[in-house]
């Protein structure tokens, strides 16, 4: 059971950090990771405020550069004091590990079952949430691109980190994410459909200036 005064302290200091984040990984990213992470603790028989925390820490990094931001969520994490009230030295360094090893990029297994857990709650794979995301953080950093020119981002980031020689790994067997990554590779395959996906989201997601 979570500890109510982890969920306040949380709720109250660390989420509203997420609102400067943008709509791509704000504070509904935030919200939908933390949701995943403990249905993914009830399953896995993991301590389930160590994954609430790790969850909620795992994007601060992005307050810097996004390259390096889960090393900064680490760090983040690593430094905050206040979490020595609930917390042992150990978990709080399992945490951090957890958190520094979330990113869909990395190349190297998650050193613990937390670091799995928010690694797989990360991901957010319906195919809608992926591609709604996809074309906001591009109208977010790129905006002075043409609509052609987002498609064209749009579609190469998909094939780069979702397609089948894309860099994206899950981490726990047959978890709920394999049959949505297959469904999202199936989109991601047919150009036709995925440009279809695109025309439908880009006009209602388009910023109003």
């Known amino acids: 059971m979570l500890n109510l005064e982890i969920m306040e302290f949380v709720e109250k200091q660390i989420l509203p950090r997420y609102n400067d984040f943008g709509s791509s990984h704000g504070l509904r990213h935030a919200q939908t990771v933390i949701a995943e992470s403990l249905v993914l603790a009830d399953k896995l028989g993991a301590d389930k405020n160590m994954c609430y925390i790790v969850a909620a820490y ?15 969520s680490g760090k983040i994490l690593q430094s905050d004091a206040r979490l020595k009230r609930w917390f042992s030295t150990e978990q709080i360094k399992v945490m951090k590990e957890a958190v520094e090893d979330h990113r869909a990029s990395s190349s190297h297994q998650p050193r613990s079952i937390y670091g799995k857990i ?11 949430t992926v591609f709604t995301r996809t074309i ?3 109208f977010e ?4 691109m043409s609509e052609e020119e987002h498609w064209e981002r749009f579609a190469e980031h998909l094939t780069n980190k979702y397609s089948e020689v894309g860099y994206i790994h899950l981490w726990i067997p047959n978890s709920p994410n394999h049959q949505r990554l297959n469904n999202l590779r199936n989109i991601i395959r047919d150009k036709a459909k995925l440009r279809e996906v695109f ?5 209602t997601l388009k910023p109003v200036k």
């Open 58 to 72: 795992h994007d601060l990094g992005l307050e810097g550069p996004r390259a390096i931001h889960h090393l900064t």
């Open 118 to 128: 928010v690694a797989e709650a990360d991901r957010e794979l319906e195919p809608e």
């Open 136 to 138: 906001l953080y591009g």
């Open 199 to 203: 025309n439908r989201l880009y006009p």
């Open 141 to 144: 950093h790129y905006p002075e």
